[in-house]
Nanobody, 112 residues
Framework: QVQLVESGGGLVQPGGSLRLSCSAS????????MLWYCQAPGKQRELVAR???????YYPPSVKGRFTISRDNDKNTVYLQMSSLKPEDTAVYYC??????WGQGTLVTVSE
């Protein structure tokens, strides 16, 4: 069992930056593929970044070049650095471990 807790969401202006964090409980963090998803109102949850146990990364075209995922296995934490944010990035962002465990989400609002 893994518990995930996201933090770092908030209100940011278009073009701004924000860093999300996801802290994991347990001792097996380094063995998990970690993912970030977002879910906008009325839309399906979408993958925005993935980092493997070997730190290889994947981004969909919608965020590639703007978002960066990283992990710190010593701190059991995965990060999502978001830059050049757009209003359409407004969503609840969720952390996921191995496609199984979910955090509660953190809201990101991009608006003037």
């Amino acid at each position: 069992q893994v518990q995930l807790v996201e933090s770092g969401g908030g209100l940011v202006q278009p073009g701004g930056s924000l860093r999300l964090s996801c802290s994991a409980s347990g001792s097996s963090f380094s063995s998990y593929t970690m993912l970030w998803y977002c879910q906008a109102p009325g839309k399906q949850r979408e993958l925005v970044a993935r980092i493997g146990v070997d730190s290889t990364t994947y981004y969909p075209p919608s965020v590639k070049g703007r978002f960066t995922i990283s992990r710190d296995n010593d701190k059991n934490t995965v990060y999502l650095q978001m830059s050049s944010l757009k209003p359409e990035d407004t969503a609840v962002y969720y952390c996921n471990a191995d496609g199984v465990y979910w955090g509660q989400g953190t809201l990101v609002t991009v608006s003037e």
